[in-house]
């Protein structure tokens, strides 16, 4: 770092006598002038922590020992640590945990040669501990007398085998928020060193890592995982991960194995919970997260900003700016200590600045919403700096959707249903570029409190159609679950003529749609996969059912050879892993005893997985019946069922699949996602007549 | 950022981590082209599993196995392919004909598979210096594979249960993990042997958790403990059973006499569990159960925490005598933290002796006791009963407060 004449100059750790010296400064330089000296960038930077941890908490810090005084003298005349503390993730704001953990980790180590290189690292470990989303845990950890998680014993340990050359190579390159992903994890200190010493694979394997733990629901002394004694035998005995290994979980065990054995290569990594299940990711590069176990998408367990995907994206796009988020920091702690002084207008005008170096900074965003709050603005101001917001996220457009929400009743609350309905339309174009995400259902996060706001049915079916028509030309799952919503609020309450207008009108006012009516079985055609790809059973069978008049003609009659019990398929879900040769309307026939067909791309291993809502208990058993033509495509296959959707069980396999395959469940077997795969030897087209199941 | 497509990506990678694609020792075959030849042998066949590559052990262990004599005790065998980081993405296993069954997470590791590719000794985390060592021990796997196979030979010759106890034998021969996953010769067994008289369906079909599942949970909840009891012991008559297959099965009955509060019992069974072999996972196990169902729990502190919870109710013994030093009444509170801990039934105890009751039927979290003055000055526990609920999460703090 370049070096300038008072660089070295002491900062006191008393806000009140630092906030002077800075005010002094002004009108010496420009702010960004001033930003480029060290010790003006130091003030500024320790100015903002103090305030963050407010003037009570460090005063208490200060009493605690007189080392407190020694730590700050060395820390908040470091720039690169003081930023590093405060980009590390959510806010330490009103305490002075961080900074305890900060004191403890220098006093033990600051002296040792290398203590620079991981001022990164001992940001990181005091913001899981006292900030991060899994603070209280592991704060709850700290102090327990076998196999806890210590804010130092973590700094020495990622320290250590770091030194030892025993982490991946992107570790020495991780900020403090990256690597919160690291050192955030929950599992003892002794469960990563044992991790890293047993769970060594290429980056490319950690997804899968989480299969080192047999996936088991009941111990061998028959005590389920869904209880407190299933490892109790053991877990004073060894570390969590130890434990697993020898003795099984389900999903979530599972998962945080895997994370946890990235982590302690120093992996980013994160366990994510989805519904019913828990599921992981891996961070391969920046933004490049790959999921196992069904990941990345969820409720991520470690963030900076909790949400699914699209937040943990956002994150990557700010906190991966590294030269926008420094600019942001000063210009944001320089608009506090303005604020503080009381001149607001500078204070106002810094954190525009501020906003401008890191726009889609969420804590940013809302900090300038505050001071927006505090100035009146009128309902058209409000409106156009809401639709700013949409513009300027880009493809985040999930977290400024939020932000908007949060302001909405400040320009809609006096509008009309039409104007209501123009603004919703907004919203839905918005959530159409958005990534693809399971989590983020477009239905019942928009559509449903949106339509509350209407007084109307014709503005709900405007609605619909405003939305419909946004989605059809964004992603699929989507499309699909807006598609579900119309269907279960007005083809289910008698309103189907009000779904068909809505849908029709979609069609033809959609981006690049052809007005055309004949091209509606291929707009049907496209709802139906959208339904598919977002699991919707009831926006399946409905659309299946409407477009029915359109369906291609049935197979050729067949006398089936059906498993015992009733046919349960019939109301159910089917989907492939793709499509092509296709044709989504014939997809509903093949659920039952008509039959009809689903075709997917040539792949190695192409697969058809059926839903059964609500599951069976006791599976009668499931019919494959072949097309009539290119029979020999379909050799070697299996079935495997699953209860959760994730994990999956093998029912039945064959070598040579014959033309009607039968398959009896062993009784007692619940299943409520039944799948049937083709293993190639190359890829090969899937096709079959009929995926018939049925239930005792 | 700009998308970048998976294929760009993997690119992007390998280039950035240039060592994944040259983990491999040199000399080594690639598994299809080696497995094939193992198959026209036949013969045994070694697996490397290379990486990771940032590891100084893996450089290592490659290095050793391409030094002169590296092969060390399983030099005899010609047949060595390597599978690296890039080989075992499972884009490229599902490439592989016939992809290896075993997988390893803890690289590197060398494989021992037969001439129809079935591994049948593993030896992971190697590193140069324990890889001579693991080289012995996979080459002292071989002739144990050859009298599996040798009695597999005999068996085939053999009828009825005589042979399904030699397939059993053979099977036995091997680790149950490598075993187990013969699901052909499984099939030979029922064939010849279909009322399992030999015991060895039994065996290779027993799961300890999918039994306690479909079995104890269901006998249990149905009340049919006297059927389950007649089970078990006819399965525990099974001469061909693991140790581990025991004690798991005597963990039925020790979850029955728990379904039915009869702890004495349980805690007996337990110690049949540890009888067995108290090394084992079970028996270490159980001695920490019986702990868990058997002792009080003292705290360190005034704090109890998740792991201070028992599923059945126990005391707890905290020392007080701090707290309660005068002659006095004093209410003792459980504040929680997190969670729900019960309690009922606290005294205050000095030497031995209990001093104060509060028998709590309501099960409240605030007691009340009265230290005598003939108490003063001399040492004081506190012994409540306590049951956790729940997952065990109750934690919290004992508050003493004195009367005025």
């Known amino acids: 770092m370049r070096a300038e004449p008072g660089a070295n100059v002491s900062i006191p750790p008393d806000r009140a006598a630092l906030a002077p010296k800075l005010l002094a400064t002004e009108g010496a330089g420009t702010p960004e002038e001033l930003f480029g000296l060290t010790a003006y960038r130091s003030s500024l930077l320790a100015h903002e922590v103090l305030r963050l941890a407010g003037d009570p908490a460090v005063a208490g810090f200060l009493a605690e020992t007189p080392d407190s005084a020694r730590f700050l003298a060395c820390f908040l005349s470091d720039p690169d640590w003081l930023r590093a503390y405060l980009a590390s993730g959510r806010p330490i704001k009103g305490t002075a945990d961080g900074l305890a953990i900060l004191r403890e980790i220098w006093l033990a180590e600051g002296a040792s040669p290398d203590f620079a290189n991981y ?67 929950q599992w003892s200190d002794s469960a990563l060193v044992w991790l890293n010493e047993h769970a060594n694979l290429p980056l490319e394997r950690y997804p899968d890592a989480c299969w080192a733990v047999e996936y088991k629901g009941t111990s061998d002394f028959g005590d389920t995982v869904q209880g407190p004694l299933y490892l109790r035998p053991w877990s004073d005995q060894m570390n969590e991960a130890q434990n697993a290994r020898l003795h099984g979980s389900v999903c979530g065990g599972l998962s945080t ?154 320009f809609l609350s006096a509008s009309d249903d039409a104007g209501k309905v123009a603004w919703f339309a907004k919203i839905h174009q918005a959530a159409a570029r958005a990534t693809e995400s399971w989590a983020w259902d477009a239905a019942e996060q928009l559509l449903a409190p949106q339509a509350k706001q209407l007084t109307s049915a014709a503005a709900r079916e405007s609605l619909l159609r405003e939305a419909l028509a946004a989605h059809l030309g964004g992603n699929g799952s989507s499309f699909g679950k807006v598609l579900e919503w119309g269907v279960k609020g007005l083809v289910e309450r008698g309103e189907g003529d009000a779904f068909g207008r809505a849908f029709a009108a979609a069609v033809a006012a959609a981006p690049n749609a052809n007005p055309d009516p004949q091209k509606m079985k291929e707009a049907y055609g496209k709802a139906i996969l959208a339904a598919e790809a977002a699991r919707s059973v009831p926006a399946f069978q409905a659309l299946s059912k409407a477009a029915a008049p359109l369906v291609p003609a049935a197979p050729s009659p067949l006398k089936l050879d059906l498993p015992p019990g009733t046919i349960v398929s019939n109301t159910a879900i089917i989907y492939a892993s793709s499509s092509a040769w296709d ?77 009607q395959w039968k398959i009896e469940a062993p009784p007692g077997t619940a299943a409520r996602w039944l799948k049937f795969e083709a293993l190639n030897e190359k890829p090969e087209f899937c096709h079959l007549r009929n995926f018939i199941v049925t239930a005792k | 950022m700009i998308p970048v497509p998976a294929m760009i990506r993997t690119l992007l990678l390998l280039l950035a981590y240039p060592l994944a694609a040259i983990a491999a020792p040199a000399g080594f075959g690639t598994y299809q082209d080696v497995r094939a030849a193992a198959k026209a042998g036949p013969s045994d066949f070694v697996v490397f599993y290379a990486g990771p590559d940032w590891r100084p052990e893996t450089a290592g262990v490659v290095r050793a196995l391409e030094a002169p004599g590296g092969r060390g005790a399983l030099s005899r065998l010609t047949g060595w392919a390597s599978l690296t980081a890039v080989d075992l993405t499972e884009e490229n296993l599902k490439k592989l004909p016939e992809r290896p069954d075993f997988s390893p997470y803890d690289l590197p590791a060398l494989a021992l598979a037969d001439a129809d590719g079935r591994t049948f000794a593993v030896a992971e985390g190697l590193t140069a210096a324990t890889l001579p060592q693991a080289l012995k021990a996979l080459a002292a796997a071989i002739p144990v594979r050859e009298r599996r196979d040798a009695l597999f030979e005999k068996a085939k010759s053999a009828k009825g249960v005589g042979s399904a106890k030699l397939y059993g034998q053979g099977l036995d021969q091997l680790p149950f993990r490598f075993s187990a996953a013969r699901k052909d010769i499984l099939t030979e067994i029922k064939k010849a042997d279909p009322d399992d008289a030999s015991g060895y369906t039994f065996k290779y079909t027993f799961s300890a958790g999918g039994f306690h599942e479909s079995v104890t949970e269901k006998m249990i909840a149905e009340k049919k403990h006297a059927e389950l009891f007649s089970l078990v012991d006819r399965h525990l008559r099974n001469p061909v059973l693991l140790p581990a297959q025991r004690q798991a099965l005597l963990a039925a009955k020790m979850q029955a006499y728990r379904s039915l509060d009869d702890i004495p019992k349980a805690v007996a069974t337990l110690r049949e569990i540890i009888r067995i072999d108290p090394q084992s996972e079970m028996g270490v196990g159980a001695v920490q159960y019986i702990r868990l169902l058997t002792e009080p729990v003292r705290l360190a502190g005034l704090e109890w925490e998740s792991g201070d919870n028992r599923p059945t109710w126990l005391p707890m013994v905290a020392d007080v005598s701090a707290k309660v030093a005068e002659p006095g009444t004093y209410q003792i509170e459980f504040r929680h933290r997190d969670g729900h801990t019960r309690f009922r039934k606290a005294a205050l105890k000095s030497g031995g002796r209990q001093i104060a009751t509060d028998s709590n039927p309501n099960e409240s979290n605030k007691f009340t006791l009265t230290v005598p003055q003939s108490a003063k000055g001399r040492p004081i526990e506190l012994w409540v009963e306590s049951q956790g609920t729940g997952w065990f999460a109750g934690r919290g703090e004992i508050v003493v407060t004195k009367e005025k």
């Open chain 1, 119 to 185: 001022r990164e690292l001992a940001a990181a470990i005091a913001n899981q501990w006292s900030a991060g989303p899994n603070a209280n845990a592991l704060r709850i950890k700290r102090n327990l007398a076998k196999f806890p998680a210590k804010p130092l014993d973590r700094f020495r340990l990622f320290r250590n085998l770091d030194r030892a050359g025993r982490l991946h190579p992107m570790f020495r390159k991780l900020k403090s928020w990256e690597l919160g992903f690291v050192v955030g994890q």
């Open chain 1, 257 to 410: 194995f895997g994370v946890t054995a990235a982590a302690a290569h120093g992996i980013p990594s994160y366990t994510v919970g989805q519904p019913g299940h828990c599921a992981m990711a891996i961070r391969f590069a920046r933004g490049d997260w790959r999921g196992g176990f069904g990941g990345p998408d969820g409720s991520p367990h470690i963030y900076v900003w909790q949400g699914n995907i699209h937040y943990i994206d956002l994150m990557e796009a700010v906190f991966g700016d590294d030269a926008g988020l420094d600019r942001a920091l000063l210009w944001q702690a320089r608009s506090h200590l303005l604020r503080d002084a009381g001149r607001a207008d500078a204070a106002d005008a810094a954190l525009a600045a501020a906003v401008k170096a890191s726009p889609l900074h969420l804590d940013l965003r809302r900090e300038e919403i505050a001071r927006m709050k505090e100035k009146n603005l009128s309902s058209p101001q409000w409106a156009a700096y809401a639709d700013s917001l949409l513009k300027e996220f880009g493809k985040h457009t999930h977290p400024a959707i939020d932000l908007c929400r949060e302001i909405e009743p400040l």
């Open chain 1, 583 to 659: 044709d989504p309307l014939a997809h509903l026939g093949v659920l039952g005893e008509s039959g009809g067909a689903i075709h997917t791309k040539d792949e190695a291993t192409p697969s058809i997985t059926v839903e059964i809502p609500g599951g069976v208990a006791n599976l009668g058993g499931v019919l494959l019946v072949k097309n009539d033509g290119n029979q020999h495509r379909l050799k070697r296959v299996k079935v495997s069922r699953s209860t959760d959707g994730a994990t999956w069980f093998p029912l039945a396999e064959s070598a040579d699949m014959p033309r």
